[in-house]
Structures are given as structure tokens and as C-alpha cells.
């Protein structure tokens, strides 16, 4: 199904313009920021439950992993719902309100009432679905799709991802240096906790939503004879189909997943260094050398236009699991964690930082392979798989943990957790990163993107004579 840009808009829209302002892709990038301050806090939900509130470690970490079979159902149903969305504000923009209600549910997993250990577990489940299974669905699930249809070209959609993943990536940064001191201090009660979480979603929200504000969509869907929208009338199940016929889609799905394990092992980074490297708030140190990493972001889009984002993909992850080998030769002595962090980072740069690139590949391919542009469905399944690495990399760490006889309350760890704590700090990152340079060898788009992109332009051409 073509597209066409909307003919109502007065001037040239922001995300049409050869020259795009750098504002406005700062502007784009403010529910990022939202969203990964988010989920850098969310990281340490597993610390929060077994050492602020005194939960089980083994049980924490089941609910999350038990959370995940609820958002295969929501990601798929999402993703249908979004292919057959269409409001004066466009396609994906509306579900951008989900921000502020991701940091609602937030802030109160964050406050687990003090009644029995039952209810808690409950009270727990149930927030970090919402936060998970329906917040963070939408607002992952439309990501794509709104950067396809709010930018016209593709050099401004690349300037806007690279102004995105610098700003976000700064932030969050900032934020990883700042949040190992406070919670060495403050972040030792439940109502240090309370009062930060309220206070950042009070800011976020705020900042979350200037996208929607801001950035309108100015490309939409065909429209009939009477001005409604054209949609495809496929079922659910004839979706799928479609889908699965996308090889490509299946490996950056699987990079995806890898990629948030290794990311969202933050709660084992938190055990590590209070139990192992002996020094909580010397976390916020080791964090400063991922500032390192901005910068490949500027030059990663130059990078990935000469040698494409195949070698791109491929040597990162290589890189990646050098870095993660250095730390584990090294030890608990920040020189070598510093350089590892380093390497680390870059490891993980393609996917986490352009990660639409690649989603927007997988739906040119989807249409160049079946004729049908597929979208909403597309995203929500890599959403999925992203949510689905969070969730098993905080769940991994409870289990793990709970298995080797961790106790949140002790001060001093058994011989078996510090061991458990290594492993999941080191030892299980390695073999992520091999598992993902495995797949990035099988991703070759970039040999068949001049063809598909020739053919794609032919037929939205001839749907536009009709």
C-alpha cells in the first residue's frame, strides 16, 4: 500500500525540509529521553524489591519473567491495532500520551505498600505489567512507524535518529553517573526512593510529551474516493503470515533481544559493585567512560553510509565481546572495568541507538518480498522482544541470585552469590555477544538494498497513477 504526503499542512513541514533544524530534532528526541530515564531507573527494581522492601529474590524474579507471557499477547495486539489506526493526528502520534502513563505505574511499582508479603508480590506484578505490558508496548511499538511517517527523506530521518541517540544516550549517561551516588545515600530507604521516583516523573512527563506537541505526522496512508484512509482488510492470523516470511525481520528480533539483555543487566552492575568491587557509589565513576560513546554517534551514521550497516553490526558486536572479556580478565580494578564498559558500549551502539534503521529495512523488505507494507505489527514484535530482554535479564538476575542463596538483607554475601553475581556481570555477557556476532552475519540487507529500493519506488510509483 503507497503512501503520500499530506497536502494540508501549511509551508513545508520540519521533517519534509532538505536542510532540517537541528531544534527539531531535539525536540524529537524528548520522549527518548523519558523513556530511557525510565528504563535506567526500572533496571534497579530488582535491588529495590530484595534490599529496600526485603522480597525474595527467586520470587521477584519469576513475577518478571511470568510478567512476559502477558506482553506476547499485548505487542502482537498492539501492533494489529496500530496497522488499522488512523486519526486526524495520524497513525502512531496519538499513543505517544502513554508516556505519561508509564511514569504513573512507575512511581507506583516504586511504592509498594507495607501489608503482606502476598499483597506485595501482587501490587508488584501487577505495576510492572502495566508499565511493561501496555506502556511501554505502545509507546515502543509506534516508535518506527512515527519516524517514518513524521521525516520525508531519508537523510533527515538519519539526522534525527543521530540527534536522538545523542541526546539520549547523553542523558542517560548523566544519569548513570549521578543515580550509583544518590543511591548510596539516599537510596537506602523507602522514602528516599518515593521522592525521587515522584520527582522525576513529575519532570519526564513534561518532557515526554513535547513530541506529540510538536512533531506531526506528514506522510499518511492513501485515501479512496471519499477521503477515508486505505487500509488492508487482513486479519490478525493473515498478518502473521506476512510476517513470517520476513528472514530479516527474525534476526534483528533476535539481535534485539540480546541486546536488552545485556543492556538491562544493571541490577547485576549494582550487586557488583557493592558485593564484589566493595564501593556502591564508585559506580558513577565507571559510568563517566560511557560519555566515550556519544561520539559514535555522530560519526556511526557516516560509518554506516561507507561501509554499511552489515560490517557496521558486525564489527560492534565483536568489539563488544573484547570489551566484556577485558573486564572479566581484569577483575574487580576499574582500569580494566573502565576499558570494558568502553568497549562494551560500543558493542551495543547499532542496535540500541539505531535500531529504527534496521526496523524500517525490515518493512521495506516485508513489502518488496509480499507487496503489503506492514508496520505497526513489524515494530510491535521487535518491541516485544526488546521488553522480553529486559524482562528476562532483571527476572535472570533475581532467579540466579535466589538459586545461589543471595539474601538482600545480609551485609556480607555466601562464597555461591558473589559467584552468581560474577557470572551474570561477566561471564553470561561474553556469551551474548558471541550469539549476537553469529546473527549479525546472517543480516545482508545492504547487498540487496539498491534492488529493493528500485523496485519499491516502481510500485508506490504506479499505486500513485492509480
Not at 529496600?52 to 518478571?64: E, Q, Y
Not at 573502565?338 to 529504527?356: A, Y
Not at 556480607?412 to 556469551?431: E, G, K, R, W
Request: charged share 15%; hydrophobic share 50%.
Amino acid at each position: 500500500m503507497g503512501k503520500k504526503e499530506k497536502k494540508n499542512e501549511k509551508g513545508i513541514p520540519y521533517g519534509a525540509r532538505e536542510r532540517m533544524p537541528v531544534w527539531y530534532g531535539a525536540v524529537w528526541s524528548t520522549r527518548g529521553i523519558a523513556a530511557a530515564i525510565n528504563v535506567v531507573l526500572c533496571m534497579n527494581i530488582a535491588f529495590y524489591c530484595t534490599d529496600i522492601v526485603g522480597l525474595s529474590a527467586a520470587v521477584v524474579g519469576t513475577l518478571f519473567l511470568v510478567s512476559k507471557i502477558v506482553d506476547a499477547f499485548t505487542d502482537l495486539g498492539f501492533g494489529f491495532l496500530l496497522d488499522k489506526t488512523h486519526t486526524k493526528w495520524g497513525k502512531a502520534r496519538p499513543y505517544e500520551v502513554f508516556i505519561i502513563f508509564e511514569w504513573i505505574f512507575t512511581v507506583l511499582m516504586f511504592n509498594i505498600p507495607r501489608v503482606s508479603t502476598t499483597v506485595q508480590y501482587i501490587w508488584l506484578f501487577i505495576m510492572y505489567t502495566m508499565v511493561n505490558a501496555v506502556c511501554a508496548t505502545a509507546l515502543g511499538g509506534i516508535d518506527s512507524v512515527y519516524l517514518a511517517r513524521a521525516f520525508t527523506t531519508e537523510g533527515n530521518r538519519i539526522k534525527a535518529i543521530s540527534i536522538n541517540g545523542f541526546i539520549v544516550m547523553f542523558c542517560s549517561i548523566v544519569f548513570n553517573i549521578v543515580f550509583p551516588s544518590w543511591l548510596a545515600g539516599k537510596g537506602t530507604t523507602q522514602t528516599g526512593w518515593t521522592t525521587l521516583v515522584i520527582s522525576l516523573a513529575i519532570v519526564m512527563s513534561v518532557i515526554g510529551i513535547l513530541r506529540f506537541v510538536f512533531c506531526k505526522e506528514i506522510v499518511e496512508d492513501e485515501a479512496d474516493e471519499s477521503g477515508k484512509a486505505v487500509t488492508n482488510n487482513l486479519t490478525l492470523k493473515e498478518s502473521l503470515g506476512l510476517v513470517a516470511r520476513n528472514k530479516y525481520l527474525f534476526i534483528v528480533v533476535g539481535l534485539m533481544f540480546l541486546t536488552f539483555i545485556v543492556n538491562n543487566m544493571q541490577t547485576a552492575t549494582t550487586y557488583y559493585f557493592k558485593y564484589i568491587y566493595g564501593d556502591l557509589a564508585a559506580q558513577g565513576t565507571a559510568a563517566i567512560t560511557s560519555m566515550v560513546v556519544v561520539p559514535a554517534l555522530i560519526v556511526f551514521p557516516a560509518l554506516s553510509k561507507k561501509f554499511g550497516t552489515t560490517k557496521i553490526l558486525q564489527a560492534c558486536c565483536a568489539i563488544g565481546a573484547v570489551g566484556i572479556l577485558i573486564r572479566t580478565i581484569g577483575g574487580p580494578h576499574m582500569p580494566t572495568i573502565i576499558l570494558g564498559g568502553l568497549l562494551f558500549g560500543i558493542g551495543t551502539l547499532p542496535i540500541s541507538m539505531m535500531i529504527n534503521t534496521y526496523l524500517i529495512d525490515c518493512m521495506d523488505y516485508g513489502e518488496w518480498k509480499t507487496g503489503v507494507r506492514i508496520e505497526g505489527l513489524v515494530a510491535s514484535i521487535a518491541n516485544f522482544a526488546s521488553k522480553v530482554g529486559q524482562g528476562v535479564a532483571v527476572g535472570l538476575v533475581g532467579v540466579v541470585m535466589g538459586i545461589a542463596g543471595y539474601d538482600g538483607m545480609a551485609d556480607v554475601q555466601s562464597a555461591a552469590a558473589n559467584n552468581a553475581i560474577v557470572f551474570l556481570y561477566n561471564l553470561l555477557p561474553i556469551a551474548i555477544f558471541v550469539l549476537m556476532f553469529i546473527l549479525s552475519l546472517m543480516y545482508k540487507v545492504d547487498s540487496i538494498r539498491p534492488q529493493m529500493n528500485e523496485d519499491l519506488a516502481a510500485m508506490h510509483a504506479q499505486h500513485q497513477e492509480k
